[in-house]
């Protein structure tokens, strides 16, 4: 089964420092999201992108955050001067659609975000 | 707005015997529901949704989740736990009221512990 893959799975970042998180989507899918899992916490959306703009976005997605698409394949999460509470787990998820029937969205395995 | 609430943090069975983790939502229409289950270091996978239709639903791994209505509930169960079980389980909603939002709301997650 195709699945959503992410790297690095954890990354050690300075604070201040700006970070990359990339995520490969499922090949055929056309909405791609990222959400956020700081330790013992729920899951908390950030952001949604189609059609190479973001659709959705939550309170938490500053303007310390970016998403970009560069190159049809690779979807990624820039987090420009990266704060303490910045720590957490990062998933990627994607879906086929968004339509009224809703597809389910498939998650990657995440990348645990450490700042020090 | 749409949220969902798990009530309990933990819960524990004994390895053969049922299982049932709670959820509770509220939408201004009619709901999307789902359930996902993390193991340690993966991200979300998809068990199982309600979307129409017959008010029991069945999933992945024996799991089956009743779609209440008048409960405003979707309790996740299982006839037989089985150790392997153990893990994360995250209940999400989504309304289904035109103009609403796409994005699922994830509920804090109850970590079910089978015991052998």
């Known amino acids: 089964e195709p699945e959503v893959t992410q790297t690095p799975s954890h990354q050690v970042t300075q604070m201040g420092q700006e970070v990359i998180l990339r995520c490969v989507p499922i090949?055929?899918?056309?909405?791609f999201y990222w959400y956020r899992q700081i330790l013992g916490q729920k899951v908390e959306f950030l952001v949604s992108?189609?059609?190479?703009?973001?659709?959705?976005k939550s309170e938490i997605f500053d303007d310390q955050f970016s998403v970009e698409r560069p190159d049809g394949s690779n979807f990624t999460l820039k987090i420009r001067s990266t704060k303490l509470e910045d720590s957490a787990m990062y998933f990627c998820?994607?879906?086929?659609?968004?339509?009224?029937?809703?597809?389910?969205?498939?998650f990657g395995d995440g990348t645990r975000l450490s700042i020090l | 707005a749409q949220s969902v609430a798990q009530p309990e943090d933990q819960v524990n069975v004994a390895e053969g015997n049922p299982l049932t983790v709670k959820c509770t939502y509220s939408?201004?229409?009619?709901?999307?529901l789902f359930w996902y289950v993390q193991y340690p270091n993966r991200g979300l996978q998809f068990l199982l949704k309600?979307?129409?239709?017959?008010?029991l639903v069945k999933g992945s791994y024996g799991f089956e989740a009743e779609f209440n209505k008048s409960q405003t509930s979707f309790h996740l169960k299982k006839p037989s736990a089985l150790v392997s079980d153990s893990a994360l389980y995250f209940c999400?909603?989504?309304?289904?009221?035109?103009?609403?939002?796409?994005?699922?709301?994830f509920g804090r997650g109850t970590s079910l512990i089978v015991h052998p």
């Open positions: 992108f189609y059609n190479n703009e973001i659709s959705e």
């Open positions: 999400a909603v989504r309304d289904s009221k035109s103009g609403g939002s796409y994005i699922p709301t």
């Open positions: 309600y979307i129409t239709g017959d008010n």
């Open positions: 090949s055929n899918h056309l909405y």
């Open positions: 939408v201004s229409g009619n709901p999307y």
């Open positions: 998820a994607s879906s086929l659609s968004r339509d009224r029937v809703s597809q389910p969205q498939h």
